[in-house]
Structure formats: C-alpha cells, structure tokens
Nanobody, 111 residues
Framework: VQLAESGGGLVQPGGSLRLSCAAS????????MSWYRQVPGKERELVAT????????HYADSVKGRFTISRDNAKNIMYLQMNSLKPEDTAVYYC?????WGQGTQVTVSS
C-alpha cells in the first residue's frame, strides 16, 4: 500500500489549494479514504472522509462549507479542495486508508 500526497504550499488567507492523494498497491475502489491534518504539538485530526464509491462524505465542523473531498476511482486519486483558507488551517495534511498513511504535505496559510 502506498499513499502519496501532493499539492500543499503557501497560500494567503482566503485563498485555495487542491491536495491530491495518489494511491497504489491495493484496490482503491474498495476502500473508504480520509484526509487528516496535524499541527506540531497536537493530535492528528480528521478533516474529511469519503466512501468507497464517493457517494457519502463527512467533514469536520471546522471545514464544512469550505473544503470538498472527492475521488477519481479510475485514476486511484483522492482530492481535497480547500477554499477560503484560514491561518488555522495551517498543518501537515495526510491521507489515510485504515492503518496506512501517506508522508503528508505541508499547507501554510499566511499573509
């Protein structure tokens, strides 16, 4: 199982970023997938989850209405579209499948 995040970077408050998680080594279409984030000194927190077929999603209250999770099962990629970014969204973002994690991608929201 391999999960590889990309798309992080530095963005100003109010800006947007789209994160990607490329999955390999397993039947991607069979699994629910999630995005998490972690700030130094704090526990990793769930950001959003998407069902195997993409028809069901769940968001943390802190990102509802601003972030959208999606997936392309033909390409084995999961996405996180992040709009109206706030400084408190600054974190390392990880994708997860069960006990498997990617290496993370840094998102920094700052002016």
């Amino acid at each position: 199982v391999q999960l590889a995040e990309s798309g992080g970077g530095l963005v100003q408050p109010g800006g947007s970023l789209r994160l990607s998680c490329a999955a390999s080594g397993f039947a991607f279409t069979w699994y629910r997938m999630s995005w998490y984030r972690q700030v130094p000194g704090k526990e990793r927190e769930l950001v959003a989850t998407i069902s195997s077929g993409g028809g069901s999603t769940h968001y943390a209250d802190s990102v509802k209405g601003r972030f959208t999770i999606s997936r392309d099962n033909a390409k084995n990629i999961m996405y996180l579209q992040m709009n109206s970014l706030k400084p408190e969204d600054t974190a390392v973002y990880y994708c997860r499948r069960d006990d498997y994690w990617g290496q993370g991608t840094q998102v920094t929201v700052s002016s």
